[in-house]
Structure formats: structure tokens, C-alpha cells
């Protein structure tokens, strides 16, 4: 091999192990900006319904009920009915002996065991044993009258029903016009609640409502607003209203806890992202971050509205066909390039 081939076949060499190398960094540079690229996921923005709700506490109590009283103060001397028995309506239910009565009973008994004791200490067939016997036996007839002449009160069931409560118990001691038990219709429960007066335009009679009992947490139940009381309180500023159970086979009681979500604004054919999708600059500027089809994400300014679980309706700032980024939006500066994982699928509305 002469010098002029040897010097040509090395060039070659050289200029064939430049290119390989030339190639080999270009292609360490593709993947480098490949693997700096944020790995994303992003949604396409939904068109949907939201709704705000308020949510409200409310007791379940019965519209009919009776609290039945003491018509004296006295003791109470019998007592017919206990919780959760039936009460019929007409029927003796409490006995109340007055204190009236007590009273003068338990003198005249006291006033014949001292006549007693004196006769034992007096000699038979004396005067003083006599005109002793002649006093007791008044005493026994004046105890005998007394008896008669001032009796026993009885009280009177006004309604048949439940006994949801009972106050007293036998011979404990009442006054006139106290509460001894009360008598609930089981068939006019209903949830009492009140709200404030802002959302009274969202209270109507007639509309529907989901309830969740505290007795039953896990099944959420349908109930509708029965009445809405005609005056807001100017101490508390709320209006009350019930909410009757539609259809419920749960057993219910006085007293229950219920919790009401009442829809308090609504709008239709809305845009709607997830909430977490939302970030807040330090000039509290709500922003997204929004991804085209060549897969540069660029943050975009929105105004947000109504929320409802894990939904926040966008009044401005986005379109129905844009891509927002939904996790690993932390991380992102505006104008970058971005990897993104799956394919964005419209979420279930």
C-alpha cells in the first residue's frame, strides 16, 4: 500500500468516527431534554351542572304531641304509662293525690295517734278516759270525712299516641301545671330546622332535599320541605322550617340528629375542572395550567365560582376544548414543554 492510499483510508476512518460521534450526542441530547421534560396529567375541561348547598343540622320531633300536667300541686300517686307505651286518648293515666289533701289526712292521722297514746296512759272508767274515748272516735270520723270529701285528682290521656317522655315518676313530688309525660303522634314526625335568613329564597315548600340521619350515616334519604314558618326570628335572624321524610322504612324517633344540604344556587351548562387543578399566585390570582397539542403547558389566569366536592365551576379563563393539568402542576413554570402520562379521558360528569 503506497503513502497516498494509506493517508486517504485513514481520513475516511476519522471522518466516519466523527460522525459516529457526533450522532451518539445528539442523541444523549434528545434523551437528556426528554427526561428534564415534567411528567404530567391532564383532563379536558367538562361541561356540567354545580350547585352550592347550605348545610344544616335539624332534630326530628312530632308535629302532634301533648304534654300532659299536673292540674295541682300534690304528689303523684299512681302513674299508668311508661316510654314507648301506647296512650290512648279519654283514659286515666296519672293519679295526683293534692297536697290540700295530704295535708289534712296526716293531721287527723297524727291527732288520733295522740289520742291513743293518752288513752293507754289514762285509768280505765275515769272521765279523762271517757271524754278521751268520745275525742278519738270524732278524730276517726273527721279522718273518714276527710277522705271522702277531698279526693284523689285523676288525669286524663288528651290524645292517643306514644309516650315519648315521662318526667316523674310515682311519688314524686309536682306542681300545678308541671309536666308529668308526654304523648307523641309517631305518624307526624318531621325535621325541624332553621337557617339563616340569607338562603330564605332557597327554602320553598314542596322542594326536595337530601338527608342523612346521625342514626344511619351511611344512607343518604330524600325528604321534602313540608312548611316554612311565615316569621324570621330577630334575635337569631333564621327562618324555620320541616322536612318530611319521603318514603324512609327507617325507624325514627324524637330527638334524632338529621343533617339537610339545601341547594342554594345552581347553574346549568358550566364549565367545571377539578379543584385541586387550581393553584393561587401570592397576589391571590387563581391560575391553571393549560396544555396544546404539542404539549407546552402555559399558565392562564381564571375566575372561579361555585364549588361541590371535588369540582370548582371556571367563569372565565378557559374554553370547553382546552387540557388543563390536574397533577404535577406544582412544578410547572408557564411556557414549558411537558411529558404527559395516559391520555387525557373526559371525566365521568
Given at each position: 500500500?503506497?503513502?497516498?492510499?494509506?493517508?486517504?483510508?485513514?481520513?475516511?476512518?476519522?471522518?466516519?468516527?466523527?460522525?459516529?460521534?457526533?450522532?451518539?450526542?445528539?442523541?444523549?441530547?434528545?434523551?437528556?431534554?426528554?427526561?428534564?421534560?415534567?411528567?404530567?396529567?391532564?383532563?379536558?375541561?367538562?361541561?356540567?351542572?354545580?350547585?352550592?348547598?347550605?348545610?344544616?343540622?335539624?332534630?326530628?320531633?312530632?308535629?302532634?304531641?301533648?304534654?300532659?300536667?299536673?292540674?295541682?300541686?300534690?304528689?303523684?300517686?299512681?302513674?299508668?304509662?311508661?316510654?314507648?307505651?301506647?296512650?290512648?286518648?279519654?283514659?286515666?293515666?296519672?293519679?295526683?293525690?293534692?297536697?290540700?289533701?295530704?295535708?289534712?289526712?296526716?293531721?287527723?292521722?297524727?291527732?288520733?295517734?295522740?289520742?291513743?297514746?293518752?288513752?293507754?296512759?289514762?285509768?280505765?272508767?275515769?272521765?279523762?278516759?271517757?271524754?278521751?274515748?268520745?275525742?278519738?272516735?270524732?278524730?276517726?270520723?273527721?279522718?273518714?270525712?276527710?277522705?271522702?270529701?277531698?279526693?284523689?285528682?285523676?288525669?286524663?290521656?288528651?290524645?292517643?299516641?306514644?309516650?315519648?317522655?315521662?318526667?316523674?315518676?310515682?311519688?314524686?313530688?309536682?306542681?300545678?301545671?308541671?309536666?308529668?309525660?308526654?304523648?307523641?303522634?309517631?305518624?307526624?314526625?318531621?325535621?325541624?330546622?332553621?337557617?339563616?335568613?340569607?338562603?330564605?329564597?332557597?327554602?320553598?315548600?314542596?322542594?326536595?332535599?337530601?338527608?342523612?340521619?346521625?342514626?344511619?350515616?351511611?344512607?343518604?334519604?330524600?325528604?321534602?320541605?313540608?312548611?316554612?314558618?311565615?316569621?324570621?326570628?330577630?334575635?337569631?335572624?333564621?327562618?324555620?322550617?320541616?322536612?318530611?321524610?319521603?318514603?324512609?322504612?327507617?325507624?325514627?324517633?324524637?330527638?334524632?340528629?338529621?343533617?339537610?344540604?339545601?341547594?342554594?344556587?345552581?347553574?346549568?351548562?358550566?364549565?367545571?375542572?377539578?379543584?385541586?387543578?387550581?393553584?393561587t399566585n401570592p397576589s391571590n390570582q387563581r391560575f391553571v395550567f393549560v396544555v396544546n397539542k404539542d404539549s407546552m403547558a402555559f399558565r392562564r389566569v381564571v375566575k372561579t365560582g361555585l364549588s361541590a366536592k371535588t369540582q370548582i365551576e371556571i367563569l372565565s379563563g378557559l374554553t370547553n376544548d382546552e387540557n388543563v393539568v390536574v397533577m404535577g402542576q406544582e412544578m410547572l413554570k408557564d411556557s414549558i414543554r411537558v411529558k404527559i402520562a395516559g391520555n387525557p379521558k373526559k371525566?365521568?360528569?
Amino acid at each position: 500500500m503506497n503513502t497516498t492510499v494509506k493517508y486517504t483510508t485513514m481520513a475516511a476512518l476519522m471522518i466516519i468516527l466523527v460522525m459516529q460521534s457526533c450522532h451518539r450526542g445528539e442523541n444523549t441530547t434528545v434523551q437528556t431534554v426528554a427526561k428534564n421534560m415534567p411528567l404530567v396529567k391532564v383532563q379536558p375541561v367538562v361541561i356540567t351542572r354545580m350547585a352550592s348547598f347550605a348545610e344544616i343540622s335539624g332534630t326530628i320531633q312530632a308535629n302532634i304531641f301533648s304534654d300532659i300536667k299536673s292540674p295541682a300541686d300534690g304528689t303523684i300517686e299512681k302513674l299508668y304509662a311508661r316510654e314507648n307505651q301506647m296512650a290512648v286518648k279519654d283514659k286515666l293515666i296519672a293519679v295526683i293525690n293534692p297536697n290540700d289533701r295530704v295535708s289534712l289526712i296526716a293531721n287527723n292521722q297524727m291527732q288520733i295517734q295522740q289520742l291513743e297514746q293518752k288513752l293507754k296512759a289514762s285509768g280505765i272508767n275515769s272521765e279523762e278516759y271517757n271524754a278521751l274515748e268520745k275525742e278519738l272516735e270524732k278524730a276517726k270520723n273527721d279522718l273518714e270525712y276527710a277522705k271522702k270529701m277531698y279526693q284523689t285528682i285523676p288525669v286524663i290521656c288528651s290524645m292517643n299516641g306514644i309516650v315519648t317522655h315521662r318526667w316523674l315518676d310515682e311519688g314524686s313530688q309536682v306542681g300545678a301545671k308541671e309536666k308529668i309525660i308526654t304523648v307523641s303522634d309517631m305518624n307526624s314526625l318531621v325535621i325541624k330546622a332553621e337557617v339563616n335568613e340569607k338562603y330564605f329564597s332557597s327554602i320553598t315548600q314542596g322542594k326536595k332535599i337530601p338527608v342523612i340521619l346521625d342514626a344511619f350515616p351511611g344512607d343518604t334519604l330524600s325528604g321534602v320541605i313540608s312548611l316554612v314558618y311565615p316569621e324570621i326570628s330577630a334575635d337569631t335572624r333564621t327562618v324555620k322550617f320541616d322536612v318530611k321524610l319521603i318514603n324512609s322504612s327507617k325507624k325514627l324517633l324524637p330527638g334524632m340528629m338529621a343533617q339537610l344540604r339545601i341547594p342554594t344556587d345552581i347553574h346549568e351548562k358550566t364549565i367545571a375542572i377539578p379543584a385541586d387543578a387550581v393553584l393561587t399566585n401570592p397576589s391571590n390570582q387563581r391560575f391553571v395550567f393549560v396544555v396544546n397539542k404539542d404539549s407546552m403547558a402555559f399558565r392562564r389566569v381564571v375566575k372561579t365560582g361555585l364549588s361541590a366536592k371535588t369540582q370548582i365551576e371556571i367563569l372565565s379563563g378557559l374554553t370547553n376544548d382546552e387540557n388543563v393539568v390536574v397533577m404535577g402542576q406544582e412544578m410547572l413554570k408557564d411556557s414549558i414543554r411537558v411529558k404527559i402520562a395516559g391520555n387525557p379521558k373526559k371525566p365521568a360528569k
